[in-house]
């Protein structure tokens, strides 16, 4: 897939395939909340005529190219490799204008098991998370006749976030996950692999099991506000970016005891990016230096 064959392919068929969808729309436009942060009120529109958006919180706009560039956080070769492992051949152009159908399960799983696969072993031990396997699955899936496979981590509603070294998608209906282990401790990821980082580093930290919330992405965030009341300590483990900024703050209005644990890694991208990048090994003292358990 090229830029031209990409940017064709229709805006709002693209965040759908992230799980996200209009707060309201016409035949000519539709209107999201913005995707790269959090917001109370859409303010990212799609001209379906143009196919294009603007985002007018920010003030920047474009094409898919430019939407993926900085929802990946990656490069035009990165996000093309990105969008040829997607599924966007099974939605059709008319007209002039695109348009999501309303069409039926467009996949289907063909095998869930563990960890096996060399490739995703490798693709683990590059994030330094291949002791966590017992936590996530293998799955084997096909989409118009093709086969692909990755790591699969399994949300509330039996929905899969996939990972592998290329693609980054979800199967089924976006939701959050939630590890129940009966405690009144909370410790909210965005991610699954920030998840995957802190139990690798949980028993260094001599921590008992808390109960865990994983995002799996943070425009979910609103939905865990009714969450948050029966526990006495909330541990937040969001990206240092905006949109973890928003997340942590919208968290904290509804909990003041809630914890932002950033300053573990303020200098790095998120909790697996220091898990890669900095210095684990001396989690005990950095971790204990830095909260009051």
Known sequence: MNCTQFNKISVEVVLQSFGHFPTKQNEKEAWFLNPFSIENDASFKINKNLNCWYLFSEGIGGNNIDLMKKYLNASISEV?????????????????????????????????????????????????????????????????????????????????????????????????????????????????????????????????????????????????????????????????????????EIIKNENNEAEDCRVLYSDFKDLNDWLIHGNPNNVKIQYQSTFKR
Request: charge should be neutral.
């Open 80 to 248: 093309l490799n990105w969008a040829e492992n997607q599924n966007f051949s099974s939605f059709h152009q008319q007209s002039g204008n695109y348009k999501l159908f309303n069409l039926p399960k467009t996949y289907e799983i063909v095998e869930v098991k563990d960890i096996q696969h060399p490739a995703l072993v490798q693709y683990l031990k590059s994030r330094k998370v291949e002791r966590q396997k017992h936590l996530i699955q293998e799955i084997h899936y096909q989409m118009n006749d093709k086969k692909y496979f990755g790591i699969g981590f399994k949300n509330d509603s039996d929905g899969y976030e996939i990972r592998n070294a290329y693609s980054k998608i979800c199967l089924g209906k976006k939701d959050i996950t939630t590890i129940k282990n009966n405690s009144k401790s909370l410790l909210v990821f965005e991610g699954f692999f920030d998840f995957l980082s802190y139990k690798n580093i949980e028993e260094s930290l001599e921590n008992e099991p808390s109960d865990y919330m994983i995002l799996n992405s943070v425009s979910m965030i609103n939905k865990i506000k009714n969450s948050l009341e029966t526990y006495e300590k909330i541990h937040l483990y969001f990206d240092n970016d905006e949109a973890g900024n928003r997340a942590v």
